[in-house]
């Protein structure tokens, strides 16, 4: 019976059956978080424009707030991925 990946590339193997290297990691996670960001930017900016002018003062800060500082939760995941070495002893 064969395991299924934990997650998007865990544990990733090319064609030839040798680990993504950290370098190519790098690079997937920078297309990611260039394609990431503004999306997210263009959704948060499209849910203000829709929800915040019949807002109050404390609704509008609450959003800004949790806006701001939830597009780093994907980001923040990605990272350790994209700098995690391939274990030793796997092929």
């Known amino acids: ?19 993504v ?7 997937i996670g920078t297309i990611l978080i260039l394609i990431w960001l503004p999306a997210y930017a263009l959704v948060a900016s499209g ?3 829709l929800v915040l002018p019949r807002a109050s003062g404390l609704a509008a800060f609450l959003f800004y707030a949790i806006a701001g500082m939830l ?21």
């Open 21 to 27: 290297t950290v370098r190519v990691k790098k690079l």
């Open 1 to 19: 019976m064969t395991a299924e990946p934990r997650g998007l590339l865990h544990g990733a193997v090319h064609s030839k059956g040798r680990r």
């Open 47 to 49: 849910i203000a424009v």
């Open 71 to 91: 597009w780093a939760v994907p980001v923040g995941l990605m990272l350790p991925w994209m700098f995690r070495e391939p274990k030793a002893g796997h092929p």
